[in-house]
T-cell receptor, first 115, second 112 residues
Framework: EPEVTQTPSHQVTQMGQEVILRCVPISNHLYFYWYRQILGQKVEFLVSFYNNEISEKSEIFDDQFSVERPDGSNFTLKIRSTKLEDSAMYFC?????????????FGEGSWLTVV | QKEVEQNSGPLSVPEGAIASLNCTYSDRGSQSFFWYRQYSGKSPELIMSIYSNGDKEDGRFTAQLNKASQYVSLLIRDSQPSDSATYLCAVIRNQAGTALIFGKGTTLSVSS
């Protein structure tokens, strides 16, 4: 079964450092997403991406964050200058809306720890 | 700001019982609703989607939607210990978009 893959599974970084989280969405999907989940809290939407541009973003997705699709398969989330409060699980997801609706499939997540 | 509300639980049921999970949403214009299951430390996994008022059944799971009351529920029949997880209700964030917003989730514990 096709799946969304994410790397790394866990990254520890120092406050102020830049982090890039990588994702390979399901191959025939055209919509890509990043969500985050701080430990013990709800899954929060960050950004969606379609046709090589951001289609939606939340108030969390400020200038510290950026997304890119550098080639035909990868989708990345960059956090420019990490803060302690960026420590969270980051989920990449993808979907392909169709007549039967829009099912969003999640990757296994990248756990980011900022120290 | 759209909101999705769920009772955080925990909801405890014995093995074989019916578990009933509830969700309310703030935007009367919402059209698409989803139930995800999340095991501890894992990613959300889609259980069911529902778009029309009424019931939708899939195996042991039944989703119920009442748009007039802005209420979505998930029934799990013959609950198993493996159903112990957090169940997330989600709605489309923006009617012109595809992204979802999630409730905080209800933790279900099924005892054997």
């Amino acid at each position: 079964e096709p799946e969304v893959t994410q790397t790394p599974s866990h990254q520890v970084t120092q406050m102020g450092q830049e982090v890039i989280l990588r994702c390979v969405p399901i191959s025939n999907h055209l919509y890509f997403y990043w969500y985050r989940q701080i430990l013990g809290q709800k899954v929060e939407f960050l950004v969606s991406f379609y046709n090589n541009e951001i289609s939606e973003k939340s108030e969390i997705f400020d200038d510290q964050f950026s997304v890119e699709r550098p080639d035909g398969s990868n989708f990345t989330l960059k956090i420019r200058s990490t803060k302690l409060e960026d420590s969270a699980m980051y989920f990449c997801a993808s979907s392909e809306p169709g007549l039967s609706g829009n099912t969003i499939y999640f990757g296994e997540g990248s756990w980011l720890t900022v120290v | 700001q759209k909101e999705v509300e769920q009772n955080s639980g925990p909801l405890s049921v014995p093995e074989g019982a019916i578990a009933s999970l509830n969700c309310t949403y703030s935007d009367r214009g919402s059209q698409s609703f989803f139930w995800y299951r999340q095991y501890s430390g894992k990613s959300p996994e889609l259980i069911m989607s529902i778009y029309s008022n009424g019931d939708k059944e899939d195996g042991r799971f039944t989703a119920q939607l009442n748009k007039a009351s802005q209420y979505v529920s998930l029934l799990i029949r013959d609950s198993q210990p493996s159903d112990s997880a957090t169940y997330l209700c989600a709605v489309i964030r923006n009617q012109a978009g595809t992204a979802l917003i999630f409730g905080k989730g209800t933790t279900l514990s099924v005892s054997s």
